[in-house]
Nanobody
């Protein structure tokens, strides 16, 4: 059974940076699409960024374009979400999700297509 683990959350001041990590046990990330999602208190879950199952493309939500970057380190079986220029509205629990996305040429920021989820890591942006 594939298990997903996130790390790297914490508190930073507005304008600061954090890097989240996502790794798996039970299977490697090869051939899987990876998505980062977030959920703020009282709000719906939101897709942030994703990486396609063939490693050929990534996609970032409009709200984070130019500030967040998803990347994959195959050697370390880890996907990163580099978050720069953080804003208070980025405060949320961040979740990594993994799925085969069979039949998808590109990744998508739709939670229901991902099969495996981590427990989340909390990110707080405040002064």
């Amino acid at each position: 059974q594939l298990q997903v683990v996130e790390s790297g959350g914490g508190w930073v001041q507005p304008g600061g940076s954090l890097r989240l990590s996502c790794s798996t046990s039970g299977a490697t990330l090869d051939g899987y699409a990876i998505g980062w999602f977030r959920q703020a208190p009282g709000k719906e879950r939101e897709g942030v960024a994703c990486y396609s199952n063939n490693g050929g493309s990534s996609h970032h939500a409009d709200s984070v374009v130019g500030r967040f970057t998803i990347s994959k380190d195959n050697a370390n079986n880890t996907v990163y979400l580099q978050m720069n220029s953080l804003k208070p509205e980025d405060t949320a629990d961040y979740y990594c999700a993994v799925g085969s996305l069979a039949g998808f040429r590109l990744c998508v920021l739709a939670a229901h297509v991902y099969d495996y989820w981590g427990r989340g890591t909390q990110v707080t942006i405040s002064s």
